[in-house]
């Protein structure tokens, strides 16, 4: 590969540890201020990460768990409203930080002169507030799901930071945590380098160019160092 052209970032498991102590008490939270008996322990909520989009997973567990496909999707939609409320509440009171090694990283490529962008598939709602404040102004271009609503593991969200960045796609990596985002990044056309976490340890990741047990595995940043 040549010169790095840019690094495209997940969120969701990547920049930050957002899911079991983030998502998975916001949409605890939902449902007991809705009254509803659902709960999603830990395990469940590991499994359910399978589907990507908050909205569509309440929608699959709703459906699975009995209702009509109509009703779900309804029942979904306002759950997932709520539950993006509740997520700014935890982002704002400081719940949600980032994986080790990450501001690491970030200032190496800046110090490299490598522009960073973000694609996600988590809600713009909250995506921006999160950025900012765990990360403030580094990112040039943010896609999320909320404009791309072809979730990972399509394409989609790659596609559209390509198309605003101009960037070449050879030149250009991508960093992963899932089996879902690794397939959307390489389906794109990128090289992607995947570090998981507890969720993800036993995904299928071996499309990635280079698998590293986290963000601060040295194996991870001598890579980058030769890239840029
Ligand atoms: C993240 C997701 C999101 C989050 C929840 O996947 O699938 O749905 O779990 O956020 P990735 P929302 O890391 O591959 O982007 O509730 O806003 O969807
Ligand atoms: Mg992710």
Redesign the pocket.
């Known amino acids: 590969m040549n010169r790095l052209a840019a690094v495209v970032f ?5 920049l930050v540890d ?2 079991r102590d983030g ?1 998975r008490v ?2 605890n939270a939902a449902f007991e201020e809705a009254g509803l008996p659902d709960h999603w322990d830990i395990t469940t909520y590991g499994r359910l ?1 399978r ?8 929608a699959v567990w709703f459906e699975q768990t009995g209702r009509s496909s109509e009703d779900a999707r309804r029942l979904a939609e306002r759950l ?1 409203a709520r ?2 409320a509740i ?1 700014r509440d935890l982002i704002e009171d400081g719940q949600v930080r980032a994986r080790p090694g990450v501001h690491r990283l970030l200032d190496e490529l800046e110090a490299g002169g490598v522009p960073v962008h973000v ?5 713009r ?3 921006e507030p999160l950025l900012d404040r765990v990360f403030g102004p580094r990112f040039q271009i943010v896609v ?3 404009e791309v609503p072809d ?3 399509s394409p989609a ?1 790659y596609d559209e930071v390509l198309r605003q960045a101009g960037c070449p796609v050879e030149q250009t990596v991508a960093v ?3 089996q ?2 690794v397939r ?1 990044a390489v389906a794109a056309g990128l090289p992607c380098v995947a570090a998981y976490n507890d969720y993800t340890r036993d995904d299928d990741l071996s499309e990635a160019a280079l698998v590293a047990h986290g963000l601060d595995d040295p194996i991870l940043m001598a890579w980058f160092q030769r890239q840029i």
């Open positions: 997940d969120v969701d498991g990547t957002s899911e998502h916001a949409f990460l589907i990507t989009g908050g909205a569509r997973r309440l997932h539950k993006t997520m694609a996600t598939t988590g809600t709602a909250w995506v999320t799901g909320t979730l990972k593991p969200a992963e945590d899932s879902n985002g959307a």
